[in-house]
T-cell receptor, first 113, second 113 residues
Framework: DGGITQSPKYLFRKEGQNVTLSCEQN?????MYWYRQDPGQGLRLIYY???????QKGDIAEGYSVSREKKESFPLTVTSAQKNPTAFYLC????????????FGEGSRLTVL | GENVEQHPSTLSVQEGDSAVIKCTYS??????FPWYKQELGKRPQLIID?????GEKKDQRIAVTLNKTAKHFSLHITETQPEDSAVYFC????????????FGTGTRLQVTL
């Protein structure tokens, strides 16, 4: 069954701790993305990757880091430098560059205590 | 960069009535305009999209119109049903930008019986 898997679904973290969110896809898509969703603010792009070993900053990259060592995987690390990390994080992938449908994971909800 | 504004933020209609959600964009180079639906607790999913060489596109009860001169596009849902209740997001991007979509802030549609 093809799709995008995010884990964990819920995550709690203390202030000052880094946390890594997992995103795996078996759709053989080249491009992968991380979005942050906050109430009333839509989806904002954090990072995206068009190909293995390459990624670019999105609109709100500060305090986040990513890696793309494998085509199937695009983990997101929320660092202690992110000032307001509590949010819902969505990973997505698309088959090709340019305009194309995004396929989303089910999301990870991070709460900083 | 691109800026997408979406209105209204909430919309309540009676079952069977029509619903219209409007979006404006700022970058005249944008040429791809998708709409995503996010049901409560679920991932966003593409419901319809339109490219700049087309003024209108229909898919059963859903239609999208695009006015490139005015830089706005709209989602029209006819004969609304309770299962249409969800948050709808518009988005815009330019070809060749790896689906670097800019999303609107979302419209929560409630279809009442």
């Amino acid at each position: 069954d093809g799709g995008i898997t995010q884990s964990p679904k819920y995550l709690f973290r203390k202030e000052g701790q880094n946390v890594t969110l997992s995103c795996e896809q078996n759709l053989n898509h080249d491009a992968m993305y991380w979005y942050r969703q906050d109430p009333g603010q839509g989806l904002r792009l954090i990072y995206y990757s068009q190909i293995v070993n390459d990624f670019q900053k999105g609109d709100i990259a500060e305090g986040y880091s990513v890696s793309r060592e494998k085509k199937e995987s695009f983990p997101l690390t929320v660092t202690s430098a992110q000032k307001n990390p509590t949010a819902f994080y969505l990973c997505a992938s698309s088959a090709r560059q340019g305009a194309g449908e995004l396929f989303f994971g089910e999301g990870s909800r991070l709460t900083v205590l | 960069g691109e800026n997408v504004e979406q209105h209204p933020s909430t919309l309540s209609v009676q079952e069977g009535d029509s619903a219209v959600i409007k979006c404006t964009y700022s970058d005249s180079a944008s040429n791809y305009f998708p709409w995503y639906k996010q049901e409560l607790g679920k991932r966003p999913q593409l419901i319809i999209d339109i490219r700049s060489n087309v003024g209108e596109k229909k898919d059963q009860r859903i239609a999208v119109t695009l006015n490139k001169t005015a830089k706005h596009f709209s989602l029209h849902i006819t004969e609304t049903q309770p299962e249409d209740s969800a948050v709808y997001f518009c988005a815009a991007s330019k070809a060749g930008t790896a689906s670097k979509l800019t999303f609107g802030t979302g419209t929560r549609l409630q279809v009442t019986l």
